[in-house]
């Protein structure tokens, strides 16, 4: 297909980009063929860098990322991010989400098929190589030409290429990399040419002199979403390419016309979106200023072949010379900018091929619109038939060295009959000339192919089919992952390329296999950081996620842009955003802080605050089996069996009151989880998973059975640590979806006496008919009530400043169901209030004989909590320190209302300044009412 690849580089090509992966690329772990050793005694704490050691590649080596017995299969594709790109937060935002959802699917029992890829990136690619080549050579690429530079572009691509699916397994992602595809492959150019041929021949595609973006950095048109948009205020200066000098933009020239009895407005339909919509209307005649590199064309010969921006200068200069010139003023403007180059976009004239759209997106609108493609979330439903609905053609040429050319030719006959073919070779092109042109062999003169590369959305638009064998047999492919594996599941992105990509794919699939590609469109919001500000190289605020796994002090994120454009600004913004640089989290942590967003929302603030919280609560995780083992070590001879006690009725009927507790809570929790994974609501899977974990099974029930542990009889501590066991290898299977390395490493240290898996990724995901019956919202709501007591005992210890357990108290209640409750588990009540002695009583809650000496606090009309503070505080010593809060607080109050009270006040602070002030207020005289409550409490002892 003319990719001008010399014979040594194209053999390489043609091997899969599997041939590539299959390499040392675990670039986190050495190559561990075999289990990692886990006989040294846990750490003390969580070490997430040594925790995601050598996990990766035993996964892999041992296939445990599919399910050979699967009977549902789900397939997904990765976007196939650029081949010489590195991974970002929106590629982790996506792998997180992706690989979750992959891992869930696959303890569910579903054959998971997860397509890697990548993207051959014409316009990035190309300018990287340029660089390089200028850089290393001192060339350019018409130094050495088309053939050459392209043979260039495919070495760089053999030693860069395979950079970012490095960083794809340090994230842990579970792809199927045998299956690895790149967008320029051997098979991939064959679909390519297939697509567009049938496209052709279909009448769908055309060629004409159209309107286009235009980089004169790269000589070629690009799409709208490679154009940035500069909104400036008034005058600029802008460094563009190929000037020495910075060029001013935000300006509006004005200068006179000479006339006579008329009026005159300019329409530019060569250079102007709106106007040449007017010049077609009007039958206007469109001339180019500009050739490929931004010069003037001969149209205005005095100043042909200068530079555009220079002949700018030239033009005021002879309008000034002929005494028309007025002056100028500040004009706000939006630039528009190529994203890749940095150049000034310019509407030009330029021969273009392209796609007819208005069939292939009505098909595609109605796919929505009668529910055989999901949208999730649904609000952009209205966008995708809105754009569908006025979608225009698709420019799909570019003027690019590096992509697939054009599978087009130019045949010419003596006679001077010429005609364009689609076809996929020289030889084919003729035949095709001779069938419908009715040319004679003979009388072809010239067969010349295309010199322009395809848009690189058009084979990105093919992934889903391509990448599973398309064409098929009929082209050299093969049809049996075609016909077992499409179309796919699901594919998620961001919302933000719902159009350039998710429905062109739609509009190829459904037009060249007759079948949708995928069931479920998933789309995540724009990345933003915690002040919700989008994410620029230029504010300093990106987090790369390889610096989120291992840690980058501060020196080394300023050292990375020294040098730069505007190095002082983003210097400032790092400085801002990473006073401490980024601390070292771990793969884990950087999932779950990404699939804990509600990613379905328009914009996502992500911040590296949360990810190290995340890293703590792994520690948490930790922990909690640390403190497992070690009690299964002191059980006498070993005699817990490790395993849950819901298998039997009789061991259920052994659970006590917090037993029962937390396993309804651990009930609700997978419960949770099963729906929640069902509708991609991952955030609330998390969310419900860390209340679990942190509120219910570390503050409360590892607290509650720490007593039985120590005092209770053989049995009770055998139910205890089952229930606690059940507690964490259910939470480990729940949480392996998001934190993969962690719950293997767990799963491993895990003792257990039966169903034991070789990898946790092999185990099934906790489903709510494995929990039936464990649900008990009456034990929930005792146990609320009991912890609600005891909070409050530990709320009044903490008001007199008592931060040791040798204090006793009383409660006094005429509930006779929560007495009973708080009676028959008072060492519970106990050892969560963090008391010496608790005793119940019945008995109204105003109980006088108890006042006298005792802090009081009402928990409700039937129950009152008394803390015994005799020989407990020193009076004068906690009066003293209270009083002193007390002016403080007074003295917060007179400044919030000095503030709130001075003239003009309301007129001048917006309403939700004025909210704040008000409830600062509030909340300052609410605590200065319970400081003299407890200071007359004191001065009554």
Not at 534 to 547: A, E, H, Q, T, Y
Not at 603 to 618: A, S, W
């Amino acid at each position: 297909m003319g990719l001008y690849m010399c014979e040594a580089v194209r053999g390489v090509a043609r091997g899969r980009l599997a041939a590539c992966v299959t390499r040392e690329l675990c670039t986190n772990v050495k190559k561990t063929p075999v289990k990692k050793d886990l006989s040294k005694p846990m750490a003390t704490a969580y070490n997430p860098g040594e925790v995601e050691q050598g996990w990766y590649c035993w996964w892999e080596d041992h296939g445990f990322f599919r399910r050979s017995d699967a009977q549902e299969k789900f397939v997904m594709a990765f976007p196939p991010p650029n081949v010489t790109g590195s991974l970002h937060l929106g590629h982790a935002l996506t792998c997180s989400i992706q690989d979750a959802v992959a891992r869930w699917q696959q303890m569910q029992g579903s054959h998971v098929v997860f397509i890697p890829g990548a993207d051959h990136a014409g316009i990035a690619t190309q300018v990287v190589v340029e660089r390089h080549l200028w850089d290393t050579q001192g060339k350019t690429k018409h130094d050495i030409g088309r053939k050459k530079f392209v043979d260039e572009v495919w070495r760089w691509k053999e030693e860069k290429g395979t950079m970012i699916f490095d960083q794809l397994r340090r994230l842990g992602t579970s792809l199927d990399w045998d299956r690895a595809v790149f967008t320029m492959d051997e098979h991939m150019n064959q679909a390519v040419t297939e697509a567009f041929i049938r496209l052709y021949d279909a009448g769908l595609v055309y060629r004409k002199e159209a309107l286009v973006n235009w980089c004169c950095s790269l000589q070629s048109a690009i799409s709208d979403i490679e154009v940035d948009h500069l909104h400036l205020t008034g005058p600029t200066e802008l460094t563009v390419p190929g000037y020495s000098e910075p060029v001013t933009f935000g300006k509006m020239y004005d200068f006179a016309y000479r006339l006579a009895d008329s009026g005159v407005v300019k329409v530019t339909p060569g250079h102007s979106h709106e106007d040449c919509q007017v010049g077609e209307r009007h039958n206007l005649p469109f001339h180019s200023i500009l050739d490929g590199s931004g010069k003037i064309t001969n149209v205005v010969p005095e100043f042909e072949g200068l530079a555009r921006f220079e002949a700018r200068g030239a033009v005021l200069r002879a309008l000034s010379a002929l005494g028309l010139y007025r002056g100028c003023r500040a004009h706000p403007m939006m630039v528009p900018r190529c994203s890749r180059t940095q150049d000034v976009i310019e509407p030009v004239l330029r021969p273009q091929w392209f796609v007819h759209c208005k069939e292939l997106a009505q098909e595609a609108s109605e796919a929505v619109q009668n529910g055989c493609l999901s949208l999730v979330p649904e609000l952009h439903r209205k966008s995708w038939h809105s754009w569908l609905d006025n979608i225009t053609d698709w420019c799909v040429s570019r003027q690019l060295w590096w992509g697939h050319r054009i599978p087009v030719y130019h045949v010419t006959a003596v006679d001077g009959r010429e005609a364009w073919v689609a076809a996929g070779s020289e030889e084919d092109a003729r035949r095709k000339a001779m069938e419908k042109e009715g040319m004679s062999l003979d009388s072809i003169t010239s067969t010349q192919q295309e010199e322009d590369v395809l848009d690189t959305w058009f084979s990105s638009g093919l992934f889903p089919f391509a990448a599973l064998g398309w064409p098929g047999q009929e082209r050299g492919g093969t049809t049996s992952d075609l016909d077992r594996f499409y179309p796919t599941t699901l594919v998620e992105t961001g919302h933000d390329i719902l159009f350039f990509w998710v429905a062109r794919m739609v509009m190829l699939g459904l037009n060249l296999t007759g079948r949708l590609p995928f069931e479920t469109v998933l789309l995540h919001g724009l990345l933003c950081d915690a002040g919700g500000h989008k994410m620029s190289k230029s504010r300093g605020n990106v987090i790369d996620p390889l610096d989120v796994i291992s840690g980058a002090s501060l020196e080394v994120l300023c050292k990375r842009v020294e040098g730069s454009l505007n190095a002082e600004e983003v210097l400032n913004g790092i400085r801002r955003n990473f006073p401490a640089g980024i601390p070292e989290c771990g793969a884990d942590a950087l999932r779950y802080t990404l699939c804990s967003t509600n990613f379905k929302n328009q914009l996502l603030n992500i911040d590296v605050t949360r990810m190290e919280q995340n890293k703590f609560f792994g520690n948490k995780i930790w922990q909690t089996v640390r403190f497992l083992l070690s009690a299964l070590d002191k059980v006498a001879d070993g005699g817990v069996p490790c395993d849950s006690p819901l298998q039997e009725s009789h061991r259920r009927q052994q659970l006590g009151l917090m037993d029962r507790w937390i396993m309804s809570h651990l009930t609700a929790l997978v419960t949770t989880a099963d729906n929640s994974f069902k509708t991609y609501d991952l955030h609330v899977v998390t969310k419900a998973f860390s209340t679990f974990w942190h509120n219910q099974l570390c503050d409360v029930y590892l607290e509650s059975i720490k007593t039985v542990l120590r005092d209770g009889t053989e049995a009770e501590k055998a139910t205890a640590l089952q229930t606690l066991w059940t507690c964490i290898d259910s939470g480990l299977r729940l949480v392996a979806p998001f934190m993969p390395y962690l719950a293997e490493e767990l799963y491993q240290r895990l003792p257990r006496q039966q169903g034991r898996q070789e990898s946790v990724m092999q185990c099934g995901y906790p489903l709510p008919k494995e929990f039936e019956g464990m649900r008990d919202t009456r034990v929930e709501e005792g146990v609320e009530a009991l912890l609600e007591v005891a909070s409050a005992l530990r709320t009044l210890k903490t008001s007199y400043g008592i931060f040791h357990n040798r204090v006793n108290g009383t409660v006094v209640c005429s509930d006779r169901v929560l007495r009973n409750i708080l009676t028959d588990n008072l060492q519970t009540l106990t050892t969560l209030g963090r008391m010496k002695e608790v005793k119940v009583q019945e008995g109204s809650a105003h109980h006088p004989s108890l006042h006298s000496a005792c802090a009081v606090s009402t928990i409700s009309s039937t129950t009152t909590v008394y803390l015994h503070l005799q020989g407990v505080v020193d009076p004068t010593v906690e009066v003293a320190r209270l009083t002193k809060k007390l002016m403080k607080l007074e003295k917060d109050e007179r400044k919030v209302v000095k503030m709130v009270t001075s003239p003009g006040y309301s007129e001048r602070s917006p309403p939700h300044i004025q909210l704040a002030h008000h409830t600062k207020l509030h909340s300052i005289r609410t605590e200065i009412e319970k400081v003299r409550a407890l200071i007359h409490s004191l001065e009554d002892l």
